[in-house]
Nanobody
Framework: VQLVESGGGLVQPGGSLRLSCAASGFVFSAFFMSWYRQAPGKERELIPG????????NYADSVKGRFTISRDNAKNTVYLQMNSLEPEDTAVYYCRRGVYNIYWGQGTQVTVSS
């Protein structure tokens, strides 16, 4: 199982980024996928999850209306579109496979700063 996040970087407040998580080594279309983030000194936080069929769930209040999760089962990839970014969104962002037999990606850093 491999989960490889990409798309992070430095962005100014109000900007946008799209994160990708490329999956391999398992039947991607069968698994619930989710994005988490962890800021320095804070616990890892669930942002949204998305079912195998593409229904999104569990947006954290802090990102509702700004972030959108999606997936492309043909490309074995889950995405996180992040708009109207704020300095408080600065964190390492991780994708996660499943709710049982969990796997994590290595994370990608997102820094929101002017």
């Amino acid at each position: 199982v491999q989960l490889v996040e990409s798309g992070g970087g430095l962005v100014q407040p109000g900007g946008s980024l799209r994160l990708s998580c490329a999956a391999s080594g398992f039947v991607f279309s069968a698994f619930f996928m989710s994005w988490y983030r962890q800021a320095p000194g804070k616990e890892r936080e669930l942002i949204p999850g998305i079912s195998s069929a593409g229904g999104s769930t569990n947006y954290a209040d802090s990102v509702k209306g700004r972030f959108t999760i999606s997936r492309d089962n043909a490309k074995n990839t889950v995405y996180l579109q992040m708009n109207s970014l704020e300095p408080e969104d600065t964190a390492v962002y991780y994708c996660r496979r499943g709710v049982y037999n969990i796997y994590w990606g290595q994370g990608t850093q997102v820094t929101v700063s002017s």
